[in-house]
């Protein structure tokens, strides 16, 4: 998906998660965050990558989630 679209003009940025489970769990996330995240980049190092959470507040208070690019 990321090699077909990326000059597609609506793309704008890449998800990498909605509500990924475990959000407060700072070892069973981070990783794979990072690691969908340099795969977005890897591809089309010219869009943002992001992620949808719905713990923000308990995540941004417990976790350097939201923090880390």
């Known amino acids: 998906m990321l090699a077909r679209d990326r000059n597609h003009p609506s793309v704008v940025l890449y998800s990498i998660g909605n509500e990924i489970p475990n959000q407060l769990d700072d ?3 981070e990783r794979p965050r ?3 995240s340099a ?3 890897d591809e089309d190092p010219t869009r943002l990558a992001t992620s949808a959470c719905d713990q923000i507040l308990r995540v941004v208070a ?3 989630f ?3 690019p």
């Open 27 to 29: 070892e069973r996330v």
């Open 62 to 64: 417990a976790t350097g």
């Open 66 to 68: 939201m923090d880390a």
């Open 39 to 41: 795969i977005c980049h």
């Open 34 to 36: 990072r690691r969908w």
